[in-house]
């Protein structure tokens, strides 16, 4: 049997925000992780305070209750210089969404990153960093990672991701 890992509620947050790679309501991270709005809105302070208190290239922005994960100013540019095979920073995230899931149905990538991600993901097969596949039982697409992928950032693939693709 495998262990169960507890998250603190500030850590899941910041995988939503990281995730979702666009201003997010505290509504909507309540309704995601079933708690109460009050309960996010501390985990959030406890996150915000967190960043304030580390030397780190990222920050939690506020904007009209809306919560970010950004870059910390000063630092788009660095970065844009260092992101591999030109994809913008909101591609990048759709791609780190995908390489996080492994395998994910088209439909619920949209979910989680929003309708920009069709975008990202038509990018994302043209430059053949991710595969997509009809599904047998329905309309959307398996997305999965690809082999240029795995090259490009030096990721090895999963033994069983590895045979999927030897059986496709």
Do not use: C
């Not at 925000?17 to 309501?25: C, E, F, N, Q, V």
């Amino acid at each position: 049997m495998s262990e169960s890992i507890q998250i603190s509620l500030p850590a899941k947050i910041e995988a939503i925000l990281y995730l979702k790679g666009r201003p997010t309501s505290s509504k909507e991270m309540a309704e995601l992780l079933d708690k109460d709005i009050a309960e996010i809105e501390k985990a959030l302070w406890e996150l915000k305070a967190g960043y304030a208190q580390r030397d780190t290239s990222l920050e939690i922005n506020e904007n009209k209750s809306h919560y970010s994960l950004e870059l910390r100013q000063g630092l788009g540019e660095l970065v844009q210089d260092l992101l591999p095979a030109d994809l913008s920073i909101a591609t990048l995230r759709t791609l780190a969404t995908v390489a996080l899931k492994k395998k994910i149905l088209q439909s619920e990538l949209v979910d989680l990153r929003g309708s920009g991600a069709y975008d990202h993901i038509k990018e994302l097969v043209e430059k053949n960093f991710v595969e997509r596949r009809r599904q047998k039982d329905g309309r959307s697409f398996w997305l999965t990672l690809s082999e240029k992928f795995h090259q490009t950032f030096s990721v090895l693939p999963e033994p069983d991701q590895a045979e999927d693709k030897k059986a496709a």
